[in-house]
């Protein structure tokens, strides 16, 4: 029979190092905590238990932590066991001659950067709502349901309970046009541009056009692949991607352009497509808040109107919760396999996160969430625009009929004291200029890009209060 300290104890990989068993264990002890490795607050193994996994005698042990007490590394208390202290001793500096050695990754005059009081970046939901409840209730009937070849190695396109479950959300929701062998499960939008882009640059493209205003990131993981980027013109209709010089591939934000906020105009809805056909090339569709409509009919995919050239990709990080890290892509025909070939040959996507999403998706508890929040930040989007129009007249207000940011316009020449001004206040906010494109030829516009899915609604009006108070009058 086992002995109870054989499957009850704690693991702890330590080295004892120099002369003597105790002094070596005590040195490597006390330089896992001075290092970091072992955190405040972290439960040491017994010393029975570490004794017994470092083949030493327990003695030896109990005397090396009695050491590390007495000097302030460690507490014991009875019922608790041996934790690592919460205020352990930090690491000194050293003088060398007239010059002080500070430890490794510590810099002189550094300071905790507090969390601003408030934040209305663009990028976020209102985390504190996630339906906690019935995802544990649908992560429950998930995992009961699955078959145990369900937790090996799987499919580097994503379980099929998923990628089926999307096929008719996507086909419902959003007018996709998504066969589940076609979809292909990855973490998070920005692993699926790196896929895209690895992709891309395997067949032999050189070049993808990007949109005058957007997240730079996109383009670093592009340029990353081996891909070069070129800005598409910006006018008063959008984003014009009728003509994409010599780029093999688009990227679009079309439902809802960010962050301008404005859709793609229908007529270069049906030109960028038939670019595509005409030169084989491929429109990537980002549709990264797809579900969230409030003044107009829903603007269908642009991937609805040919499959065949047109990638979508979607994520559940704003509708749910960046965390999870789950998004998919629905892809053409052949770029599917190439696209699951990028991936490793495995699934890299957590299967039981993938299972309690499909279960979501098929019980109705995704479209439930998705109604009752998208009313929550339409009250929101209304209070923000009454709000500004009655404090803050010199601001304009733009981009409201979807997502989950506005463009707020300012006078000429007041954005970046305004993002000052918010900074001070510790209101966390950024400026237009912030997803310029450096080499777009657009005319400069100063503006604020407002998230308001970001705050609890506990800390809305609050934030609302400290945005107002930011703004020219």
């Not at 950067?113 to 409840?133: C, I, Q, T």
Request: net charge positive; hydrophobic share 40%; aromatic share 6%.
């Amino acid at each position: 029979m086992a002995e109870p300290w054989a499957t009850l104890g704690i693991d702890l990989l330590v080295e004892p190092t120099g002369p003597g068993l105790r002094r070596g264990l005590t040195d490597a002890l006390r330089e896992a905590v001075r290092s970091g490795r072992l955190a405040p607050g972290t439960r040491l193994p017994s010393s029975r238990a570490l004794a017994a996994d470092l083949g030493i005698a327990r003695n030896t042990v109990a005397d090396a932590y009695a050491d590390l007490v007495a000097e302030g590394w460690l507490t014991a208390r009875q019922g608790s066991g041996t934790r690592v202290a919460m205020g352990a001793p930090p690491t000194p500096f050293r003088q060398r001659g007239s010059e002080v050695v500070r430890p490794s990754g510590t810099a002189p005059h550094t300071r905790a950067l507090g969390r601003p009081a408030y934040d209305l970046r663009p990028g976020s939901p209102d985390l504190a709502s996630f339906p906690r409840a019935e995802w544990l209730k649908a992560a429950r009937r998930a995992l009961m349901a699955a078959p145990y070849q369900a937790l090996d190695y799987g499919d580097p396109r994503g379980r099929p309970e998923l990628r089926a479950a999307l096929a008719g959300y996507l086909s419902r929701a959003r007018g996709v046009r998504a066969d589940p062998e076609r979809i292909v499960v990855c973490a998070g939008f920005a692993h699926g541009l790196k896929l895209l882009g690895t992709v891309l640059r395997a067949r032999g493209a050189q070049t993808v056009a990007v949109e005058s205003y957007g997240l730079d990131a996109h383009g670093g993981i592009l340029t990353a692949a081996g891909l070069h980027t070129t800005p598409l013109p910006f006018d008063r209709l959008g984003t014009d991607p009728r003509d994409p010089a010599a780029a093999e591939a688009v990227l679009l934000t079309p439902a809802h352009q960010f962050p301008m906020g404005v859709p793609l105009h229908r007529d270069r809805r049906t030109a960028v497509v038939d670019w595509a056909r005409r030169t084989g090339g491929l429109v990537l569709e980002d549709d990264y808040d797809g579900e969230f409509r409030y003044d107009r009919q829903p603007v269908g995919a642009l991937q609805g109107l040919d499959p065949d050239r047109v990638v979508y990709l979607g994520t559940a990080s704003k509708s749910l919760a960046p965390g999870l890290r789950l998004a998919w892509m629905v892809l053409p025909p052949g770029l599917a396999g190439e696209a699951a070939a990028a991936k490793g040959g495995v699934d890299t996507c957590g299967v039981l996160d993938q299972l309690t999403l499909a279960e979501f998706l098929t019980s109705g508890a995704y479209d439930r969430h998705v109604r009752a929040t998208r009313l929550r930040y339409r009250r929101r989007r209304d209070a923000l625009v009454a709000a500004v129009a009655a404090r803050a007249p010199e601001a304009r207000v733009t981009g409201i009929a979807a997502g989950l940011h506005v463009l707020l316009r300012l006078p000429p020449g007041t954005e970046q004291s305004v993002v000052q001004a918010a900074h001070w206040r510790g209101l966390a906010l950024h400026g237009l200029a912030r997803y310029a494109n450096p080499d777009a030829s657009a005319e400069p516009v100063d503006a604020l890009v407002v998230g308001y899915g970001t705050p609890p609604d506990h800390a809305w009006s609050g934030a609302l209060d400290a945005l107002c108070a930011v703004l020219p009058e």
